[in-house]
């Protein structure tokens, strides 16, 4: 079974940047979409960015510009970099790993963004 682990989580003025990071056990990117998403306190689960096997990234719509996913297939990580970060973006951020037959989830880390 796949593992991944976050880290890279924290408090940060508004205004501020952040890397996470997020560890797979193994190689999995040629075969796993790989993505963040993350959930407030009160609200559900959202997508904030993914990656294809292919290259492909996709974000929300609230993050764009703001926030860059990428990958290093050599280090199995994938990256999201969080850039001038709002209040609004406080929340437990979860690493997601999936593919036709198999979803797997980090543990999450938490990113407090104070104003």
């Known amino acids: 079974q796949v593992q991944l682990v976050e880290a890279g989580g924290g408090l940060v003025q508004a205004g501020g940047s952040l890397r996470l990071s997020c560890a797979a056990s193994?190689?999995?990117?040629?075969?796993?979409?790989v993505g963040w998403y993350r959930q407030a306190p009160g609200k559900q689960r959202e997508l904030v960015a993914r990656?294809?096997?292919?290259?492909?990234?996709n974000s929300a719509d609230s993050v764009k510009g703001r926030f860059t996913i990428s990958r290093d297939n050599a280090k199995n990580t994938v990256y999201l970099q969080m850039n001038r970060l709002k209040p609004d973006d406080t929340a437990v951020y979860y690493c997601?790993?999936?593919?036709?037959?198999?979803?797997?989830w980090g543990q999450g880390t938490r990113v407090t963004v104070s104003s």
């Open positions: 997601y790993a999936g593919n036709t037959w198999n979803n797997v």
């Open positions: 990656i294809t096997p292919g290259g492909t990234t």
């Open positions: 193994r190689s999995i990117f040629s075969a796993y979409t």
